[in-house]
């Protein structure tokens, strides 16, 4: 399906979204909102998905969903550098920091957060000025 969707619309237009867990110290990729796991290992997936034409990963921590703790960096900088695509980080954010950290150490090419934004405890414009003023590039 992914080589499928790349082909017909190209690469740009494909995102991938991978839900992960840590399972007995390794990431493995789950669907049904993090209920059933696949076995497959999260690095070989995003790889995969990567060579069959995704043009970009979504990569979500089941772990840290909706606990404001933070991205998962490490899971995060492991497969950006392991993949030629860029990588969306989700779940986690807390504060603006998690944001910068996630840029710098995780490698992330973009980050999202949803409660943080909806419950009003970051503004977005707060949030790019604060990136801004840490030396990250940032979009009007």
Known sequence: MISKAANTFGSQCIVVAIDVKQVDGKWQVYTRSGKKSTGTDAVLWASQAAKLGAGEILLTSIDRDGTNFGFDTKLIRTISESIPVPVIASSGAGNENDFLEVFREGKADA??????????????????????????PIRN
């Open 111 to 136: 980050a999202l957060a949803a409660s943080l934004f909806y419950k009003k405890k970051l503004k977005l414009a707060d949030l790019k000025r604060y990136l801004y003023q840490k030396g990250l």
